[in-house]
């Protein structure tokens, strides 16, 4: 139990680390669209500001998801749910997030084959500006591993209290 509890609290902590950096990405990209607003006003537009955009998004979206999980921000269908006593609602939790972990295992295997194409082939994006993609699909798995490692610390939470046994 005692190596289960330190799994849980380390993965919450990288957790927590990596969504509050990422929650800033969000100023970053509002930068790149301000420039872009005002490179198409004042100068030559700039071609790498919506890509550059549409990647910072990918980023903030992906590498904040597991903190919203941790944080139980996400989006739930609240039928029942609320109803229910804490314990009954980790069993249930428990049942339904290994379907989350099979989707997330799979997520992850085609993340990781798609990135190393990338870097294989040096796969560039299709517009003007033609970023490399590897760099954006590195972050996409980084994001969906964080998501996976959540969500396994989620489900041990969740079995625990389920038992009886409450983490922390």
């Known amino acids: 139990m005692r190596t289960i509890q330190v799994f849980v609290l380390a993965v919450e902590a990288i957790t927590r680390f990596v969504g509050r950096c990422s929650m800033y990405l969000i100023f970053v990209m509002m930068g790149v669209l301000l420039y872009s607003s005002l490179s198409k006003s004042f100068w030559q537009p700039a071609v790498w500001t919506l890509e550059s955009a549409q990647f910072l998004m990918v980023a903030y979206f992906l590498l904040g998801g597991a903190y919203s999980m941790q944080l139980d921000a996400h989006v739930r ?76 610390a989620t489900l041990c939470r969740d079995v625990a209290q389920a038992v009886g046994r409450p983490l922390r």
Do not use: H, N
């Not at 269908?77 to 339904?96: F, H, N």
């Not at 798609?114 to 870097?119: F, G, P, R």
């Open 77 to 152: 269908m609240d039928l029942l749910y609320s109803r229910w006593a804490p314990r009954t609602r980790a069993m249930i939790d428990s049942v339904t997030i290994l379907l989350l972990i099979f989707f997330l295992v799979f997520l992850l295997y085609g993340g990781i084959s798609s990135t190393s194409y990338a870097l294989e082939y040096d796969e560039t994006s299709y517009s003007a500006w033609s970023p490399p993609m590897a760099p954006i699909k590195i972050v996409m798995c980084i994001g969906i591993g964080l998501m996976l490692l959540q969500t396994v």
